[in-house]
C-alpha cells in the first residue's frame, strides 16, 4: 500500500457519505410535496455504492448508482379541501418515512465524521513523520 492510499481511500468514503447526506436531505424536504393526484409522486432518492479495488492492493468505495424508492403510487390520503386534490378529494404524498430517512442520515453522517476521522489522523502521521525526516 502506497503512502498516501489511506487518504484516497477515505476521500472516497467522504464523496459517498456526503452524496447519502445530501439524497438523504432531499427526500426529506419533499416530504410533503403533493403534485396534481394524476402526476407521479416525488419518489425516495437512494444511493447505492460499491467498493472499489484499484488493482494495486488499495481500495475505495464509490457511487455506483442512485434509484428510486417507496411505492411509485405515493401515500395516497383524503383531503378533500387540498386544492391538489382529484374530484374524489384524495391527494399523493410521497411514500417517504421520516423515521427511516432520520437513521439514514445519522448513518451517513457517522460515517462522514469516521472518514474524515482517518483523514485527520493519516495527515497528522505523515506530518510526523516528515519532521522526523528533517531530523
Known amino acids: ?12 468514503g467522504l464523496m459517498v457519505n456526503r452524496k447519502w447526506m445530501d439524497a438523504v436531505s432531499d427526500n426529506m424536504s419533499n416530504l410533503n410535496t403533493v403534485n396534481p393526484y ?14 472499489v479495488d484499484y488493482g494495486s492492493g488499495t481500495g475505495g468505495v464509490r457511487v455506483a448508482r442512485a434509484e ?12 378533500p379541501d387540498h386544492p391538489l386534490a382529484n374530484e374524489e378529494g ?37 506530518q510526523a513523520a516528515l519532521r522526523l525526516g528533517k531530523g
Not at 428510486?68 to 383531503?79: A, K, S, T
Open 1 to 12: 500500500m502506497a503512502v498516501f492510499d489511506t487518504l484516497g481511500i477515505s476521500a472516497s
Open 38 to 51: 394524476e402526476a407521479e409522486p416525488f419518489r425516495e432518492r437512494l444511493i447505492v455504492a460499491q467498493a
Open 68 to 79: 428510486f424508492g417507496g411505492d411509485p403510487q405515493g401515500r395516497i390520503v383524503y383531503e
Open 90 to 126: 384524495y391527494v399523493r404524498y410521497p411514500d417517504i418515512d421520516m423515521g427511516d430517512q432520520m437513521v439514514q442520515l445519522m448513518m451517513a453522517q457517522r460515517g462522514y465524521q469516521a472518514n474524515l476521522a482517518v483523514v485527520e489522523r493519516a495527515t497528522n502521521a505523515y
